[in-house]
């Protein structure tokens, strides 16, 4: 990503035609807030001169505590190319949230990320470097530009046209998103009826939260200009697979060189390697609260449609919660699987960082791999054999993070506290509510 000054982004604005900018920033469910600007206060705003009221805003502060500071992070100025205006263009920043006597707001997602990589530089780590994999539903709009639950395809597993009805769609995300500097890996059509996957290359941790955030975007607005709407929900439809997003990660030692990799080591991983798992595996029930945190997350980790249940690992086994691909050296990794993309993608790299790093601090012992099909057990068998189901629903999830002090330590207190009370409203709501499916079921027969 390129280094901007503040002169240079002045001058590029103006070069550009730049005449609005949006100032965003993340809140703890992983929506994007922002404030837009004109062009004649950017000034202003890459002073740090940007207030807003975060007394509104789910998970922040209380009214008497409202006034917040905007300050832009400048390596994120982005013209948003898809963004048109009569008068202009539309660009952005993001920015990390302060507080008027100049400390950073304890409850910012991206500063809760960048306090846990300063952690990590602390344990001798250079960077914690992460490659997602991001799958979404494009779904029809209705005349009134409302989306349904109609696929625009009937495609499968890598399809092409006609199967695939969504060629032009995801070819135009994939030029939008390497038009403003995105390096894409590849995209293709996933299993179920209308959903996709786009890939975009690794990149260090912050990097790739703030580009998970434009992608994001970026998809939902090129779908819309083809009378699309995406979704990142995690399981729109019932009985066919959901949307996850695949999480590959590794660290690098001081010296830039993968941590993770060893052609001596247990089927090429170092002993770090082989710690990081352990760590993960057991803060795996504490941490699916933040990496699935919706009620719907639920209905995708499930027996049968390709999405982890159990907390376990191999290199050969995509029952597995982690899989460990094949490729080595540089690319040695592991491939976290459970995690889905309605998650906030700060918050979910703060526990995952969090939890890898308690098993190498603790030099934790990593279980053996597991090669069968765990699909194919019943559940006394797996215990037995020592492996933990996933949590079954959000209220679970969020039981076991509120007795994980892994996870609170990685959050904070301000996030940690606010999140839980959310989503045990949450799962009060849904359990509150009536759905079609127990209509159908009771309402003849009972």
């Known amino acids: 990503m390129a280094k901007y000054t503040s002169e240079e ?6 070069e550009e035609n730049v005449k609005y900018i949006r100032l965003m920033f993340t809140d703890i469910h992983g929506v994007i807030k922002n404030v837009e600007i004109p062009a004649r206060i950017l000034g202003k705003a890459l002073n740090n001169e940007i207030m807003f009221d975060g007394s509104s805003i789910d998970g922040f502060v209380r009214i008497q505590e409202a006034d917040m500071y905007l300050r832009p992070d400048f390596d994120s100025w982005l013209i948003l190319s898809w963004e048109q205006t009569t008068y202009g263009k539309v ?11 100049g400390e950073p707001f304890l409850g910012d997602p991206r500063y809760v990320l960048k306090r846990n990589l300063a952690k990590m530089h602390k344990l001798g780590f250079k960077s914690f470097n992460i490659g997602v994999e991001p799958e979404f539903f494009l779904f029809k709009l209705d005349d009134k530009g409302e989306p349904t639950l109609e696929f625009n395809d009937n495609g499968g597993y890598f399809d092409l046209a006609p199967l695939d009805g969504a060629e032009d769609c995801r070819r135009d995300i994939v ?9 894409m890996e590849a995209s293709h059509h996933e299993v179920a009826p209308g959903q996709h996957e786009i890939n975009f290359m690794f990149e260090n941790a912050l990097e790739a939260c703030d580009s998970l955030q434009t992608f994001k975007l ?3 607005n090129i779908a819309i200009r083809h009378g699309l709407h995406a979704t990142f929900m995690p399981k729109p439809i019932a009985e066919i697979n959901g949307s996850g997003m695949h999480t590959n990660c590794s660290l690098t030692d001081l010296d830039g060189k993968n941590a993770f990799n060893d052609p001596n080591g247990e089927i090429g991983l170092s002993s770090v390697a082989l710690q990081w798992i352990a760590g993960i595996m057991n803060n795996a029930r504490a941490f699916t609260a933040i990496t699935n945190p919706i009620v719907n997350s639920y209905k995708r980790l499930v027996p049968g449609y390709e999405a982890p249940c159990y907390i376990s690992w191999s290199d050969a086994n995509r029952s597995s919660m982690i899989r460990i691909p094949a490729k080595r050296g540089k690319a040695t990794r592991t491939e976290i699987r459970s995690v ?4 906030n993608p700060y918050l979910a790299m703060s526990a995952i960082l969090a939890s890898g790093l308690e098993g190498i601090e ?4 990593c279980k053996e791999r597991v090669y069968m099909n ?11 054999m020592g492996i933990e189901n996933l949590p079954e629903n959000l209220k679970d999830a969020v039981k076991e ?5 892994i996870i609170k330590e990685a959050l904070g207190d301000h996030i940690f506290d606010r999140y839980i009370v959310a989503k045990q409203k949450e799962w009060d709501d849904y359990r509150k509510s009536v759905s079609e499916w127990e209509i159908n079921k009771y309402l003849k027969v009972i």
């Open 9 to 14: 982004i002045l001058k590029n604005a103006k």
């Open 91 to 101: 660009a952005r920043l993001i920015c990390d949230i302060y507080l008027p006597n």
């Open 175 to 183: 030029l939008e998103l390497e038009k403003i500097g995105f390096n």
């Open 218 to 220: 970026v998809v939902k």
């Open 340 to 343: 889905d993309p309605s998650t």
């Open 362 to 365: 603790k030099n934790l012992e």
């Open 374 to 384: 765990l699909y194919d057990l019943s559940r006394k068998d797996r215990e037995a």
């Open 401 to 405: 993070l509120a007795n994980s002090e």
